[in-house]
């Protein structure tokens, strides 16, 4: 039997459903770059939820995105604020991880400076994810900026827990991502999984959580399955990446996506894996088709 009938065999087995979609050495590598990936909302296994980040998907209006997005099972976007909640609506898709409320990603909550401002954004903001039925409200460390670790704790506990009550009454959970200082984001405080999660613990509330974001993990500290299975209880939300370089999350990269999203269905996680790639390939959707195959498990 030649490589290329085992394959073609396969990819029917795969649409005919009698083969896995999603394993280490499965569709990934059974696809070329030639050969249309052919993935439906139907065929998704449904144990991971599956959203993509609006900004990666630029080249794209938020309607063509929502559209694109549908057809291949993603359920909701990231990223993005109320202007464009009426056309994730309009399509059916959830807004799963807001932004809107922050300032930027280097002036956040670990600076008193930035208090007043932050604490006014969020308190409009909380209702209004509540109001469009929304459930996570992104939210930064902000740069060191010379301040220690306990520094940034303690400044980021003061304004947050400011926060925490409106937040609860409104079941909305403001969630802090997890970026790498190493290369993207240099002197981002919330840098290492053990920052966040000692925040998480000193806030201790069910509406304060992390985003781990895989492709900036891997960078930062790595160890990512044995990170998301010891603290999965802090994380709300999940991004993917490919490392290096934040593109194609592929065999063209080091992580195994497919692998580590087991680990997070293992966990029990109900929440968002949102894919957060810059797409390199000319057919960005492919790619993004491709994507939701490696991470449906
Ligand atoms: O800007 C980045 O690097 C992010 O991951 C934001 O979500």
């Given at each position: 039997m030649s490589a290329s009938f085992d394959r073609r065999t396969a990819i029917k087995g795969i649409l005919a459903g009698t083969v896995t979609l999603?394993?280490?050495?499965g569709l990934s590598a059974l696809v070329t770059p030639n050969e249309e990936l052919k993935l439906d909302?139907?065929?998704?296994?449904?144990?991971i939820n599956h959203s993509v980040a609006r900004w990666c998907f630029s080249d794209f209006d938020v309607e063509t995105l929502c559209v694109e997005a549908k057809k291949i099972g993603i359920t909701g976007i990231d990223l993005?604020?109320?202007?464009?909640w009426p056309i994730l609506k309009k399509h059916n898709l959830v807004s799963t991880m807001c932004n809107g409320?922050?300032?930027?990603?280097?002036?956040?909550?670990?600076?008193?400076?930035?208090h007043e401002q932050l604490i006014k954004n969020y308190t409009e903001m909380i209702p209004l994810v509540a109001e469009a039925g929304y459930k996570n409200l992104i939210c930064f460390s902000g740069?060191?900026?010379?301040?220690?670790d306990e520094e940034g704790w303690n400044n980021c506990v003061m304004g947050l827990k400011k926060l925490i009550p409106l937040a609860e009454k409104h079941k909305v959970t403001l969630v802090m991502e997890l970026l790498n200082?190493?290369?993207?984001?240099?002197?981002?405080?919330?840098?290492k999984t053990y920052w966040g999660v000692e925040l998480a613990k000193r806030i201790n509330s069910e509406n304060f959580k992390l985003l781990y974001d895989i492709y900036h993990m891997q960078i930062d500290e790595g160890d990512v399955i044995r990170t998301i299975r010891e603290n999965h209880k802090y994380i709300a939300h999940y991004h993917t990446g490919g490392v290096p370089g934040r593109n194609e999350i592929d065999e063209s990269q080091e992580l195994n996506y497919s692998t580590i999203m087991k680990a997070i269905g293992d966990t029990g996680f109900t929440g968002f894996v949102g894919q957060e790639f810059i797409p390199k390939q000319k057919d960005k959707i492919a790619s993004l088709k491709k994507a939701i195959a490696i991470c449906d498990i």
């Amino acid at each position: 039997m030649s490589a290329s009938f085992d394959r073609r065999t396969a990819i029917k087995g795969i649409l005919a459903g009698t083969v896995t979609l999603g394993i280490p050495t499965g569709l990934s590598a059974l696809v070329t770059p030639n050969e249309e990936l052919k993935l439906d909302s139907n065929m998704l296994k449904g144990r991971i939820n599956h959203s993509v980040a609006r900004w990666c998907f630029s080249d794209f209006d938020v309607e063509t995105l929502c559209v694109e997005a549908k057809k291949i099972g993603i359920t909701g976007i990231d990223l993005v604020g109320p202007k464009d909640w009426p056309i994730l609506k309009k399509h059916n898709l959830v807004s799963t991880m807001c932004n809107g409320a922050e300032l930027n990603l280097v002036d956040g909550f670990n600076d008193l400076k930035f208090h007043e401002q932050l604490i006014k954004n969020y308190t409009e903001m909380i209702p209004l994810v509540a109001e469009a039925g929304y459930k996570n409200l992104i939210c930064f460390s902000g740069n060191r900026r010379g301040k220690t670790d306990e520094e940034g704790w303690n400044n980021c506990v003061m304004g947050l827990k400011k926060l925490i009550p409106l937040a609860e009454k409104h079941k909305v959970t403001l969630v802090m991502e997890l970026l790498n200082s190493k290369i993207d984001h240099k002197d981002y405080q919330c840098d290492k999984t053990y920052w966040g999660v000692e925040l998480a613990k000193r806030i201790n509330s069910e509406n304060f959580k992390l985003l781990y974001d895989i492709y900036h993990m891997q960078i930062d500290e790595g160890d990512v399955i044995r990170t998301i299975r010891e603290n999965h209880k802090y994380i709300a939300h999940y991004h993917t990446g490919g490392v290096p370089g934040r593109n194609e999350i592929d065999e063209s990269q080091e992580l195994n996506y497919s692998t580590i999203m087991k680990a997070i269905g293992d966990t029990g996680f109900t929440g968002f894996v949102g894919q957060e790639f810059i797409p390199k390939q000319k057919d960005k959707i492919a790619s993004l088709k491709k994507a939701i195959a490696i991470c449906d498990i």
